[in-house]
């Protein structure tokens, strides 16, 4: 934690000059800041030299740690041979290239095209222009309304903050119309009183039919889900979700998009998440994991048919007038086929190697009275605490009690996020068992510490 006293401290210094986004600033006023200079490993150093284990990855996307020789070396190489070009007019580097062929073919498309952006954001927002472009193009140029769920989250620009269901979207004064939001799937927290899951999910399927019917199929562009929602606070589908709302969508003719920015590139234990959830979208977003955190890349990879609708209708007017200055970036690109190459050879077995463990020890935890649920896929999950398990009642907004838990187990050296009245855990895929330990070890220590402080 750095030193607030001294007027030049990293601490002062951090906040006198930078804006910090998504930060609660009472919380920094007394806890001050964490200003870090490197990492080693899952572990990042601060300007103090206290190391501090990532259990999130930095943002979900730290996936190779932070120290990784191959990464940084194939930057060095392409920076030194090509520092940089866009991807207009015709023209793109070889990595770019290289790097949309192998997209596909790692993408359980057969066929498809990838276009370039520098955030999942504007990925969300480029798929969601894509999609209007298109039916426009094709004759139907009222189907714009847009389908997410309820906590969802597709990122920060106006229009994926729309898709993106969270209340602290209002003071913007968005959604924007035309964004619409069905029940998140989360069973534990939205099933009724004596509903059964299955019971859930077929609700949850007429409330979708119930909105295609009442809005008018013809004038939907689209539906974007994460195969497990991650900042929504890591929710995995209720039972049969996607089995039931797939064949919806599908009989209206409703494109389905996966935002796999988190579920992307082996975090659920398969390639893809919509791969653990045995399903195809029209479409993928990726982005974090895409470059392991190594550099700012979002990608949209479109599946055949929505690939030749979008060429045919930018064969109709010409050009598709979208991109970005730093799309298809060849240092980012050159990263990423790296990335993909080491997801491929070793790291998406780490995670196969590391789930059990990392499911035990959230199970381990979810025995205590105060935690409610523990939940997850693969090696992203969280653990919500609260006040009474059997009526699932949580602790009293004022309490802050997830911020607590992630403040001591700071204090202990671990990094862990709170979302809502969850801690979650989304570790690198080169963690070692004796890392996980340490994670589950340090979690275990704050919970007793902060519930003891409450009871
Ligand atoms: C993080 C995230 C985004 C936004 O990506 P940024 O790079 O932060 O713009 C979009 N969708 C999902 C599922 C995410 O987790």
Redo the contacts with the bound molecule.
Sequence with gaps: MADSSLPNSWDARAKAATFFGFTDLPSIAARGTVVLTHGEGPYVIDTEGKRYLDANSGL?NMIAGFDHAGLTKVAQDQYARMPGYHAFFGRMTDQTVMLSEKLVEVSPFETGRVFYTN????A?DTMVKMLWFLHAAEGRPQARKIITRGNA????TAV?ASMTAKPYNAVFGLPLPGFLHLTCPHYWREGREGESEAAFTARLGAELEEMIAREGADTIAGFFA?PVQ??GGVIPPSEGYFETILPILRAHGIPVIA?E??TGLGRTGAMWGCESYDFVPDAI?S??ALTAGYFPM?AVILGPDLSDRLQRATEVIEEFPHGFTASGHPVGCAIALKAIDLVQSELLANVQRLTPAFEAGMARIAQHPHIGEARGRGLMGALEAVKDKATKTPWEGHLSVSERIANTCTDHGLICRPLGQSIVLCPPFTMTDAQMDEMFTKLSAALEEVFAGLT
């Design positions: 979900w955030s999942g954001s504007e969300n989250y597709h990122g920060v994926s994460e991650g900042a935002d920015v988190i977003i982005s974090k979002g």
